[in-house]
């Protein structure tokens, strides 16, 4: 444990101001992005899980119908998140269409 204090100590006092004295220089986190890169990058990282949470919905409609084993109302039930599933990944894919659109209009 001494071995450990020791070696922690010469770290903290020898080697880490050697380095934080070096030249550092930052770069800014989002590069030379206009506020109308950054929102659209925003828009279209969500509109990215919004459209992998209707591929999750469609994972569980097809679930629901495959083992419904009969019972109407879960047939029924798979069937229905499947087409709201469907229309969601329309609006989706036409928002994501429009958004480019506007953001590749406002860039240029």
Do not use: D, H, Q
Not at 88 to 104: E, N, W
Request: hydrophobic residues 60%; contains cysteine; aromatic residues 8%.
């Amino acid at each position: 444990m001494k071995k450990y204090l020791i070696a922690f100590t010469i770290i903290c006092l020898v080697i880490l101001p050697a380095t934080a004295s070096a030249r550092l220089s930052l770069e800014p986190p989002l590069g030379e992005a206009s506020i109308e890169e950054i929102i659209g990058r925003i828009i279209l990282a969500v509109l990215g899980i919004v459209g992998s949470i209707a591929l999750l919905m469609f994972i569980i409609g097809g679930f629901m119908w495959m083992t419904a084993a009969g019972n109407e109302e879960r047939v029924r039930l798979g069937k229905n998140i499947l087409i709201w599933s469907t229309l969601g990944l329309v609006v989706i894919f036409s928002a994501y269409a429009i958004t480019r659109f506007v953001i590749s209009a406002l860039l240029e």
